[in-house]
C-alpha cells in the first residue's frame, strides 16, 4: 500500500476534487472521511487536509493510479450530481495521472449504465486492463 506522504496526498486530492463546486456536502464529506478511515488517517489529519492540502505525490503504480481513478468517479457521484467541470475535471486528472485517454473516456460512458453511475471496480479495471494490453 502507499507511504503515509501518498495517503495524505491522496486525500488531499479527493478533498480538492470535491471543493470543485465550492461546496462539500453530506455524502461527499462522509465518502470523504470513510476514504481517511481506510488509509488511517486521522480525524485531525483528515480535517486539516479541507484547509491546507498536502503535498502532492506522483503515485507510482499503475494499479495505484486505477484506484484512485476509481476513488473520483464515486466521489463525482456520490452526491448524485454531475456536474460538467466535474468531468472535465477528472479527465485532466487522469490524464496527468497517465492513464490512457481512451480509457478513461470509456470509464466516463459506462458509469451511466450503473445505478447512481458507480461503475463496479471489475468493470473498471476490466476497462483499464484492455487498454494496456
Known sequence: MSTYKEKLSILSNLIA?????????????NFLLGV??????DRETFESLFEKEAEHVVLKSETDRIIHFHRLVLLMNVDKKLLPIEITRIHNIGLHMGLPPSAIDQVLVQMHQYPNRLIPPNVLID???????
Open 17 to 29: 476534487f470535491a471543493k470543485i463546486d465550492k461546496k462539500v456536502g453530506e455524502p461527499e464529506y
Open 36 to 41: 481517511a478511515i481506510h488509509l488511517e488517517i
Open 127 to 133: 476497462i483499464f486492463r484492455a487498454h494496456y494490453n
